[in-house]
Structures are given as structure tokens and as C-alpha cells.
């Protein structure tokens, strides 16, 4: 495939403010984020969002991917996408969130592994720890989607948990983005 990676520096500042945002959003409004946390693995509301940009996502990586000698898959291929993107919304009901995020997780590491790829300062592992934590946890959420509500269930269940969780978001998004603006 003919592209050039994200620069470092955009993903880490981007990513960093991902993460100051969203944990900053569920210290500030913690009960609600809860409440939305329990619900989030069987919404099929999200699920179908989230989904839906995997399909996007991956129908656009299938059209501009280079094939190869194997080009004669293209086609199938694209066309195939739109039949099994139906086929999952239509049959797979249960935990259609965790498995659509699952899918994103995964389809999301990759940027980042390519923009902090054979990279010069240290401090990209930060980029490249939290791609490979999206890969884990997507093809445990897409497999074992039930694992989404058991982390969830487990995370909720001390509200030491909860803030130790939130706080390390904060601390990972904020040196994310010290080291994009000082070292990248």
C-alpha cells in the first residue's frame, strides 16, 4: 500500500488528549459514566455505530490495499464486506458493542504502530504499549465478547478501582502528550 505513516508527534498529541478527555470526562461525571459503562457491552444502539465505521474503515483499507499477486480477491472481497456487515447487524445480537469495539481496537492499533515504527526517541513505546493493549483486549472483545462486561462489572465493583483506572488514563494521556511536544 502506497501511504505514508501519521507523523509521530500528531498521533501522540492526538491519542493524549483521547485519553485526558475521556478520563477527564469520567471523573468529572463518574456516576454517569458508570451507568453508561454497565450498558455499553449489550447496546446494540452503540453497537451498530461502532460497527459501522469498522465496516467503513475496513471496506476503504480492502479498496486501497495493494493485493498483490492476489488481486483477483479484490473484488469478492469488497463486495463480501457489505454481505457480512448485514449479516452480523441482522444476526449477531448479543454483545454487538463489545464486539464492534473489539473490531475498532484493532483496527485502530495499526495507525499508531505505523507512525511509532522503527522511530528514534524511547518515549513512542508509550504509542506502541496502548496499540498493543487495543489488540489484546479487540480480539478478546471480539471473541469473548462476555469479557467486556466481566472487566467492566470487575472495574466498577471498588471505587478505589475506579479511580486508580481513571487517574492512570489522566497520567498515561498527559506524559503522551509531554513526550509528543518534547521528544517526537
Known amino acids: 500500500m502506497n501511504h505514508s505513516p501519521l507523523p509521530l508527534k500528531l498521533v501522540g498529541i492526538v491519542v ?9 470526562l469520567a471523573f468529572y461525571r463518574a456516576d454517569a459514566v ?44 469488497l463486495v463480501g464486506l457489505p454481505v ?21 481496537g484493532l483496527l485502530a492499533a495499526a495507525p499508531l504502530l505505523d507512525a511509532a515504527f522503527l522511530r528514534p526517541p524511547e518515549s513512542r513505546l508509550l504509542v506502541v504499549v496502548l496499540a498493543y493493549a487495543w ?24 471505587a478505589a478501582r475506579w479511580r486508580l483506572a481513571v487517574g492512570a488514563g489522566l497520567a498515561y494521556g498527559a506524559v ?7 521528544f517526537y
Open 135 to 158: 489488540i489484546i483486549l479487540g480480539m478478546f472483545w471480539v471473541g469473548q465478547p462476555h469479557l467486556l462486561r466481566d472487566q467492566v462489572g470487575w472495574l466498577l465493583r471498588s
Open 84 to 104: 457480512v456487515y448485514y449479516l452480523v447487524i441482522r444476526y449477531v445480537d448479543e454483545f454487538l458493542s463489545a464486539r464492534a469495539l473489539g473490531i475498532l
Open 16 to 24: 493524549g488528549l483521547l485519553l485526558v478527555a475521556t478520563h477527564a
Open 34 to 77: 458508570r451507568e453508561w459503562l454497565v450498558r455499553l457491552p449489550r447496546s446494540r444502539e452503540v453497537g451498530l455505530v461502532v460497527l459501522t465505521v469498522d465496516f467503513i474503515w475496513t471496506w476503504l483499507l480492502a479498496y486501497r490495499m495493494d493485493w498483490g499477486e492476489f488481486y483477483y480477491v479484490q473484488t469478492p472481497v
Open 176 to 182: 503522551m502528550i509531554v513526550c509528543a511536544l518534547a
